[in-house]
């Protein structure tokens, strides 16, 4: 029912540019030394109009010292400056599309990445791919799915993952045009602008790893996807999730698109 609903709305936006659509993502992971995180996503998207929060939340005390944080930003085509706000510290300043656009420096010693590679000096064998599942329908947040479990194994390492597939997600796509378009507004250099969709899927790793594969990727799109990595023990290395908990259109509300008048404006660089 729920993607007969997206389909109908779908269909109402393309003839209509008076709707608003948002949707809610819930992402988890369990990270070496930092332990369990939690993120969640809320974004609300119209013609001109982009409201992102973004919350995360770590469960251990060190962690949460460093991680935690509940931010947001909000473009208003039109406008000259992107607006940026913390809802923690009920503040908010104003950013130059330059600096928001600027790539990131990954050049510091400070950056952390999760590394998982299938090149080890002893072992010259090939990933191994296996895949099942994919013929029982399981409703997930309204969602028609199928579910598949898939397999990449080398040496003594081993990636699963537990995948939930929808066949069409017409209001996401139309979520993404819409991002793409006021994000290209606002952007000094219009043609760099990146078209942003969330890609976590086993689709997306064995393309990387084996072109040569005969294991056909997976049609339609995720809104739930379980991932866990393990490397020579049956415990876990890595963890994480994604989920989508919401997604829907509604007419436009233009009060959506603002923030809390008690918020204090201050000056960032």
């Not at 928001?100 to 950056?111: G, H, R, V």
């Not at 194994?153 to 045009?177: A, I, Q």
């Amino acid at each position: 029912m729920r993607q007969i609903i997206n389909y109908l709305c779908f269909i109402a936006i393309s003839s209509s540019q008076d709707f608003q659509v948002r949707v809610v993502m819930k992402m988890q992971f369990d990270i070496p030394v930092l332990g369990p995180m939690n993120v969640l996503y809320d974004q609300t998207v119209a013609p001109g109009l982009l409201k992102v929060e973004e919350k995360i939340d770590a469960d251990r005390f060190y962690a949460s010292w460093l991680a935690d944080d509940e931010t947001g930003e909000l473009m208003i085509s039109g406008s000259e400056k992107i607006i940026m706000y913390d809802k923690d510290d009920e503040e908010y300043w104003l950013q130059s599309p330059e600096v928001y656009f600027q790539k990131p420096d990954t050049s510091s010693d400070n950056s952390r990445s999760f590394s998982f590679s299938a090149d080890d000096e002893d072992d010259k064998s090939p990933p191994k791919f296996t895949r099942t599942g994919g013929k029982e329908i399981e409703f997930l947040h309204g969602f028609r799915t199928k579910k598949w479990i898939t397999t990449i194994s080398f040496s003594e390492k081993r990636m699963v993952f537990e995948e939930w597939f929808v066949d069409k997600l017409p209001l996401m796509k139309m979520s993404d045009s819409l991002k793409f378009s006021v994000k290209s507004k606002f952007n000094p250099n219009p043609d760099t602008t990146a078209f942003e969709q969330f890609d976590f899927s086993s689709n997306l790793f064995i393309k990387a790893m084996d072109t040569l594969t005969t294991l056909d990727p997976i049609d339609g799109y995720a809104v739930k996807i379980n991932f866990v990595a393990y490397e020579e023990s049956d415990d876990p290395k890595f963890t994480a999730g994604f989920e989508i908990m919401e997604l829907y259109a509604e007419p436009v509300d233009t009060g959506f698109f603002v923030i809390p008048e008690n918020y204090e404006r201050i000056e960032k660089d």
